[in-house]
C-alpha cells in the first residue's frame, strides 16, 4: 500500500516502511526513557546524554515538531529539516561549551515549541529558506542548552554522542507521527497535535512571567 | 532474484565466511596467558561508540553500492589500508603526537571518521559512488590508528590489532548486510531520509567531540 500525501518529486513511503522507521526510532527510545528519571547531580556518559533531550519536554516537543513539519510540508522538507536542526544545534552546543553567555535561552526553547506548534496547525507551507532559518535559529538555543552542561558531563565526548543520537532518534519519530497523521482527515489530525504542541509552548514561556 | 542481488549475497556470505574463520582461528591459536588482550580487542568497536557509530556509517555507506565487484574493490580498498594503518601507524602517530597533545589523540581520530561518514551520507547514493574509495581509504587507515593508540602494550600489539581489525570488519560487514536487510522492507526514499538523518547526527557529534577535544582551553572550570 502506497500512501500517496506527496507525490510528484517528494517522498512516497509504504506503510509498512514507515512503520519500520517508527518502530526502529521507539525502540532506542524505549530502553531509556524507563529509567528517565534517574538523572540527579553529575551528569554521566552516554546514557546521561541519551536521557537528557527525552526527559526536558520542551526539548521533546520542539524536536518532534520539526520532524512533523518537515512532513506536513512533504517534499525535499521531510529530510531538510530534520538534518539541519542537529548540524546547528551542535554550533550551539559549541558556543554552549565556550562560555559565551546567551540571552533568553530558556524562553527561547518555549517560543521555539509554540511558533513550530503553530505552523503545524495552521499547516504552514513556509519556503524552504524561511522554514531552515526558522528551525536554525531555534536549535542555536536547543544545543546551547545542552553544550552549557557539556563540559560537566563525567564522559563529555559519550555524552554529546548520546544526545545528539537522541535528537535524532525523535527527529525520526516526529517524521513518523507526521506522515502517518497526514492521511486521516485530511491531514486534520496532525494540525490538531500542532495545536496542542503550540499551547504547551505557550505555556513554557508563560510560565516563568506567570506568578 | 536479479544476477546483481544473486553476487552481492555472495559477497557478504564469503565475506562473513571468511571473518568467522579468521576469528576462529584466533581463538584457537590464542595463548591462554593473552587470551585478556585478545578479547579486548575484540571488545573494542562495541565500547568505543564514537568508533561503533562511524563504521556502522561506513557499513550503511558500503550498502548503497550494488555492483558486487565495485563493493569488493572498496572493501579491498579499506582492507589494505587497515593493513597498512596496522604496521606504519606508529610513524603517523610519532608525526601526529608533535603537532597534537596525546590527552586528545582518541576523539580526533573517531571525529575525523564520523565527520567524513556523515559528509558522505549526506550525498545521494550516486554521487557516493566516487566518493567511496576515498572513505575506504580514510577508515581503514583510521581503523588502524585507532587500534594503535588503544593498544595497550608494545608486546601484545599484535594480538591486539589483528583481534580489533577483524571485530571492526565484522561490525562493518553486519552493518552491511543489516542495512540491506532494512532497505528490503522499506522504500529507497524512506531509507534515503534515515540515512541523511543518520548522517546529520555524526556530523553534529563530530563537531561536539572536536570542539572537545581540538580546544579544552575553551571549556569553563567547573
Known amino acids: 500500500m502506497i500512501i500517496g500525501m506527496f507525490e510528484g518529486p517528494g517522498v512516497r513511503c509504504t506503510a509498512k516502511s514507515l512503520w ?59 529530510w531538510t529539516l530534520p538534518v539541519t536542526f542537529p548540524l546547528i544545534m551542535a554550533a550551539g552546543g559549541i558556543i554552549g561549551i565556550s562560555g559565551i553567555a546567551l540571552p533568553y535561552v530558556e524562553l527561547s526553547i518555549a517560543l521555539s515549541v509554540f511558533v513550530l506548534g503553530l505552523a503545524i496547525g495552521f499547516a504552514w507551507k513556509a519556503p524552504e529558506w524561511i522554514a531552515l532559518l526558522l528551525i536554525a535559529i531555534f536549535a542555536i538555543f536547543h544545543g546551547y542548552a545542552h553544550g552549557v552542561e557539556l563540559p560537566q558531563a563525567v564522559d563529555p565526548a559519550s555524552y554529546s554522542m548520546g544526545f545528539v543520537v537522541a535528537t535524532g532518534a525523535i527527529h525520526l519519530v516526529g517524521i513518523g507521527i507526521g506522515l502517518l497523521l497526514a492521511r486521516p482527515w485530511k491531514g486534520q489530525l496532525s494540525r490538531l497535535l500542532g495545536g496542542a504542541i503550540a499551547l504547551t509552548g505557550l505555556y513554557f514561556a508563560a510560565g516563568p512571567i506567570l506568578p | 532474484m536479479t544476477r546483481s542481488r544473486r553476487g552481492l549475497y555472495a559477497v557478504y556470505i564469503i565475506a562473513a565466511i571468511i571473518v568467522c574463520s579468521l576469528a ?162 522499506c522504500t529507497r526514499s524512506s531509507f534515503a531520509i534515515a540515512e541523511r538523518i543518520f548522517g546529520s547526527w555524526l556530523i553534529a557529534a563530530s563537531l561536539l567531540l572536536a570542539a572537545l577535544a581540538i580546544a579544552p582551553q575553551l571549556i569553563r572550570p567547573t
Open chain 1, 20 to 78: 519500520v522507521l517508527a518502530i526502529g526510532a521507539l525502540a532506542c527510545l524505549a530502553p531509556e526513557t524507563a529509567s528517565a528519571h534517574l538523572e540527579d547531580g553529575a551528569l554521566g556518559g552516554f546514557q546521561s546524554g541519551f536521557t537528557h533531550p527525552i526527559i526536558g519536554v520542551d526539548h521533546l516537543l520542539a524536536m518532534l515538531a520539526v520532524g512533523i513539519w518537515g512532513a506536513q510540508m512533504g517534499g525535499r522538507n521531510v
Open chain 2, 24 to 185: 576462529a582461528g584466533l581463538w584457537l591459536s590464542v595463548p591462554e596467558d593473552i587470551a585478556d588482550y585478545v578479547n579486548n580487542g575484540l571488545m573494542l568497536p562495541v565500547f568505543r561508540y564514537g568508533l561503533l557509530f562511524a563504521l556502522i556509517a561506513y557499513g550503511v555507506i558500503l550498502s548503497g553500492e550494488r555492483n558486487p565487484v565495485l563493493l569488493v574493490a572498496n572493501f579491498a580498498v579499506f582492507a589494505s589500508t587497515l593493513w597498512f594503518g596496522l604496521q606504519r601507524a606508529e610513524y603517523i602517530v610519532v608525526t601526529y603526537e608533535s603537532f597534537v597533545d596525546l590527552i586528545i589523540r582518541f576523539p580526533v581520530v573517531t571525529t575525523a571518521m564520523g565527520m567524513i561518514a556523515g559528509i558522505a551520507l549526506l550525498f545521494p547514493v550516486r554521487a557516493r559512488r566516487w566518493l567511496l574509495p576515498i572513505v575506504s581509504a580514510c577508515y581503514g587507515l583510521g581503523l588502524g590508528l585507532f587500534v594503535l593508540l588503544e593498544s595497550p602494550l608494545d608486546y601484545y600489539y599484535d594480538w591486539f590489532a589483528f583481534s580489533g581489525g577483524l571485530s571492526g570488519m565484522a561490525v562493518i560487514i553486519a552493518s552491511i548486510a543489516l542495512a540491506n536487510g532494512v532497505q528490503q522492507i
